[in-house]
């Protein structure tokens, strides 16, 4: 079965308000992840990774957090907008390369 | 520069026919991945080059997946005797060098293969 995956197949958030994006993951030697994000008829777009040192790291807009103890990755997108309407993954390293997808949460926003 | 290119961008076929599918990694990156992503689906890691090693072929789903990659450049993968089951978007990755050492992968548009 899959190691990684997501709570909620899908999300849908007014216009403005921050989103909360979850995924679990049944590895604890995993020691690195990442949030892609999938527009339609495209390849995922890295957003922003994390390394198992550490318990949140924040970009433009987004902040991952990763919680070791009950092996909890989330992403949080503040202010969202209609182009952060997209299918968001997360994925963990094995063996350093090797990445493991869960199935995706789908986030639609409404205007 | 130019990101990860592949080709073609569709492709449908007749089941039990080869085909071939591209990737032109970004220049300069050593490492290529190749994952499948079935409909609804996250993406399934397939094959793994890195520079001159050995290829990590362990996600390859049968014997008739294989693919190749000249040197740090091209990799074609290759699908012989399709299968209807086979129908999925293959996505193609390079990064610089691995990742888990803080290398981003970066993909490319995918193939969508359909097999009839």
């Known amino acids: 079965g899959e190691s990684v995956g997501l709570h909620l197949p899908t999300l849908s958030v007014q216009e403005g308000d921050n989103s909360i994006i979850n995924c679990a993951y049944s590895?604890?030697?995993?020691?690195?992840f990442i949030w892609y994000k999938q527009e339609s008829g495209k390849g995922p777009q890295f957003i922003i990774d994390?390394?198992?040192?550490?318990d949140k790291r924040q970009g433009q807009r987004v902040t991952v957090l990763l919680n070791k103890t009950v092996k909890h990755l989330s992403l949080q997108i503040a202010a969202t907008q209609p182009g952060d309407s997209a299918v968001y993954f997360c994925?963990?390293?094995?063996?350093?390369?090797?990445?493991?997808f869960g199935a995706g949460t789908t986030v639609t926003v409404r205007a | 520069g130019a990101g990860v290119s592949q080709s073609p961008s569709n492709k449908v076929t007749e089941k039990g026919k080869d085909v071939e599918l591209r990737c032109d990694p970004i220049?300069?990156?050593?490492?290529l991945y190749w994952y499948r992503q079935r409909l609804g689906q996250g993406l399934e890691f397939l094959i793994y080059?890195?520079?001159?090693?050995?290829?990590?072929k362990s996600g390859l789903p049968s014997d008739r997946f294989s693919a190749e990659r000249t040197g740090e450049s091209v990799s074609t993968l290759t699908i012989q005797r399709t299968q209807q089951e086979d129908s999925a978007v293959y996505l193609c990755?390079?990064?610089?060098?691995?990742?888990?050492?803080?290398?981003?992968?970066?993909f490319g548009p995918g193939t969508r293969l359909t097999v009839l």
């Open positions: 994390i390394r198992s040192n550490m």
């Open positions: 590895n604890s030697a995993s020691d690195y």
């Open positions: 080059f890195q520079g001159n090693s050995a290829p990590d």
């Open positions: 994925a963990e390293s094995l063996n350093d390369y090797k990445l493991s």
């Open positions: 220049s300069g990156h050593t490492a």
């Open positions: 990755a390079s990064s610089p060098t691995r990742t888990g050492n803080g290398d981003t992968q970066y």
